[in-house]
């Protein structure tokens, strides 16, 4: 781990890091510290100079004497409040992905599509600064925010990371040389359509993670894993999170969780010219037809889409976290300087998620 990433995550608050202020009625926003700046509330104004200097964990109040509780966002909270091109993945997610997957310090990962960076963050955070994390996206835009997303939190552009634009089947056979990879992470419509380029390149008891949201793309590519033969029978599974109020005697289920999210299915690969041994089960329906088939297509499946004016918004704010974070010394014996000109989003801050 290098020294720009155990400054961040520690010590009095500095100029350029990001800060979750809870509010009296539990509610957080999230700010970037800018001197001079203010965090404006229905209920009074806060200096971004009083939080300055001030250790983690502190309570500072406003000018009305309203208190809030400053924090540091955990990874856990900074990618629900990020901003964002496409949708992310939950954490109670990344979590499974990172233990099924085996993601381990000094892996070698590919991951498609990168998204907004959500995932991004967890594997670079796994792998160590060893493992290297190669991304695939096929949307220019959705890499920008990803890109800048990763460098404001990690206050730098990581170099065991890099975002190649193209789709995978095309881009991954002349990025990463036959059997080099540990790891493969699919989050996108048709993982079925990069099967061969991704075991090519995936070593022998390697493993593949596909993250699909409904239940026909989940036997689609169950399907299409058992097809190449070069696989052990996949494992697929879902995650819910069911949080508890826990108050005195008062001891109950939260009324509101964070349900289905989308499905896990890992696999291992088989090493060359090697035959998995059938298993020995009961009869059961597995064949499907034609058009079976096409309501699996991604048409038929359908893809939400962000618009061209709200992307170009979310780019605009990633850029200006990205640039803040970066810009910051982390001379301890001297003042941060954010460069000029740069749009913040101090003044307005961003809601967390939940």
């Not at 059961?284 to 992307?311: H, I, N, Y």
Request: charged letters at 20%.
């Amino acid at each position: 781990m290098s020294d720009n990433q155990v400054i961040q995550n520690s010590g009095p608050f500095r100029i350029g890091d990001r800060v979750q202020l809870t509010g009296p009625k539990n509610k957080l926003n999230t700010i970037t510290l800018e001197p001079g700046k203010v965090f404006h509330t229905h209920r009074g104004i806060l200096a971004h100079d009083d939080i300055i200097g001030l250790p983690d964990g502190s309570v500072v109040t406003n000018n009305v004497g309203v208190e809030h509780l400053a924090l540091r966002p955990l990874l856990n909270d900074f990618v629900m409040s990020m901003p964002r091109g496409a949708a992310i993945i939950y954490p109670k997610d990344a979590a499974q992905i990172i233990a099924q997957a085996d993601i381990f310090p000094g892996a070698t990962v590919v991951e498609a599509g990168v998204g907004s960076g959500a995932l991004s963050l967890w594997l670079l955070r796994a792998i160590g600064p060893a493992g290297r994390l190669a991304s695939f996206e096929r949307r220019g835009e959705f890499a920008d925010v990803a890109r800048d997303n990763i460098a404001t939190f990690l206050g730098h552009d990581p170099l065991n990371w890099s975002i190649t634009l193209g789709d995978l089947a095309d881009t991954l056979p002349g990025t990463m040389p036959s059997q080099s990879v540990d790891r493969v992470v699919l989050d996108m419509l048709a993982p079925w359509e990069c099967l061969e380029a991704v075991s090519e390149a995936l070593k022998p008891g390697g493993v593949l993670l596909c993250y699909v949201a409904t239940v026909t793309q989940l036997s689609r590519v169950a399907e299409a894993i058992r097809g190449t033969g070069l696989y052990t029978n996949p494992d697929s599974n879902e995650t819910m999170v069911r949080g508890w109020h826990v108050e005195g005697l008062a001891v109950r289920p939260d009324h509101r969780m964070i349900g289905h999210t989308g499905f896990l299915i890992t696999a291992r690969r088989l090493a060359p010219d090697t035959i998995l041994p059938e298993l020995k089960r009961r009869p059961s329906k597995t064949d499907f037809s034609d058009a079976d088939v096409e309501a699996w297509t991604p048409g038929a499946l359908g893809e939400r889409s962000v618009s061209s004016k709200v992307m170009r918004k979310r780019v605009r704010i990633a850029e200006s976290g990205a640039a803040i974070s970066k810009a910051r010394d982390f001379n301890p014996g001297e003042p941060a300087t954010v460069p000029s000109g740069v749009a913040s989003d101090a003044d307005e801050a961003t809601p967390d998620a939940g």
